[in-house]
């Protein structure tokens, strides 16, 4: 028999017109484009070329279709790339280029690439999207169905405050380093890095409508795992503590923890706009003359009080103090360090001296 070499066809600087179809019936390359030069420009080159004579923006200046058929027997685009011009102006030229693939059915844009953002997921598919490290398959995990960005894990929690409430950033670790967040300012001066939470009562992203009196600002949750859900043990939490304007936030804040044998916390301290301070009371004493701090369920209730001023009396410990200025309580104008009331009388103080007076209203020592 004759032994037949096969040599490849080449053509070289030919123009077709119409349609070109090549039809091959193995598995290998149908067309191939091969760059002999030697020197650092680009080759081979695969030019896609929209030569209207009247450009215009939106138009598309290539589609690469991968086609199949489906088990019906149709001719079906599994996935293409396309590109189009966004902007056909002359010295601001601006493009863009769509990744499809189908889904149930349909094409849908998996990448979209234009002028001003990257976007992955633009139909809003239920899908991933998973980014893994060297040692993490989840190093970033988005989560399509929860709407989360989860760093460490391939699904989002969804146990948070005793429910199935999840959150749109998690971390998820089974170490030291992995379950760390850590922020970190380098300069060469006196300021460190900031961790800010927000509050604004408008409806849409960045919105700065005024807050209103009693508004949360911002919640800082320790939770811990019962067996079914993460159960709150304590908490810090910031709420205005007056009316806001421009310029102007007072603002208090509350320190809660979990008792024994209770799923829910309780307000253990808080510290108001003004500064005074309560410990085991939500009703802190408060006077312009000076600032308090209430231990206690509060004087109304026959709580004790320890009230520091910035001059005149140092201090005072009570019980059932009617919140007013001390020396008027006291009625007089000497200063004394530590003054003693019950039901709102004065029934002991030291003197400037630090003498001892037991019964105010007789002057005894």
């Known amino acids: 028999c004759d032994i037949i070499s096969y040599t490849p066809f080449e053509v070289a600087d030919q123009t077709f017109t119409g349609n070109t179809i090549m039809t091959n019936g193995d598995n290998t390359a149908q067309l191939e484009l091969i760059s002999t030069d030697a020197d650092a420009n680009a080759g081979p080159l695969l030019d896609f070329n929209r030569n209207s004579a009247s450009p215009a923006d939106g138009d598309v200046t290539g589609n690469i279709r991968f086609i199949g058929e489906n088990d019906a027997g149709e001719s079906t ?3 293409d790339i396309i590109n189009q011009t966004f902007d056909v102006s002359n010295g601001t030229e601006d493009g863009v280029m769509y990744i499809r693939t189908m889904a149930a059915g349909t094409l849908a844009y998996r990448i979209t690439m234009n002028s001003t953002e990257t976007v992955f997921n ?8 998973r980014v893994e490290s060297n040692g993490n398959a989840n190093m970033l995990f988005v989560d399509g169905g929860d709407n989360a960005v989860v760093i460490g894990h391939n699904a989002s929690r969804k146990t948070l405050f005793n429910t199935t409430a999840t959150a749109a950033l998690q971390v998820e670790g089974t170490t030291g380093n992995t379950s760390t967040l850590s922020i970190a300012r380098n300069s060469n001066d006196d300021n460190g890095p900031q961790l ?30 019962d067996g079914t859900q993460t159960v709150e043990g304590a908490r810090i939490e910031a709420f205005v503590d007056g009316t806001p304007g421009a310029n102007d936030m007072p603002g208090r804040l509350v320190f809660s923890t979990t008792a024994d044998d209770a799923d829910t916390v309780t307000e253990r301290m808080r510290i108001t706009s003004t500064g005074d301070v309560a410990i085991g009371s939500t009703t802190p004493e408060s006077n312009t003359n000076f600032v308090a701090l209430t231990i206690g369920p509060g004087a109304s209730t026959g709580g004790g009080q320890l009230y520091v001023e910035s001059s005149s009396v140092r201090a005072v410990f009570g ?14 104008t000497t200063d004394h360090p530590i003054v003693f009331f ?10 400037a001296s630090g003498g001892l007076i037991v019964n105010p209203a007789t002057g005894g020592h």
């Open 77 to 79: 685009v599994f996935s």
């Open 122 to 129: 633009d139909d809003s598919l239920d899908q991933d999207f």
């Open 196 to 225: 800010v939470l927000a509050k604004s009562n408008g409806t849409a992203g960045a919105a700065v409508t005024v807050v209103t009196d009693d508004a949360l600002l911002g919640r800082i949750s320790w939770q811990g795992a």
């Open 319 to 332: 019980a059932d103090n009617n919140g007013s200025d001390p020396k008027t309580i006291m009625g007089t």
């Open 342 to 351: 019950q039901n709102n009388v004065d029934v002991g103080r030291f003197d």
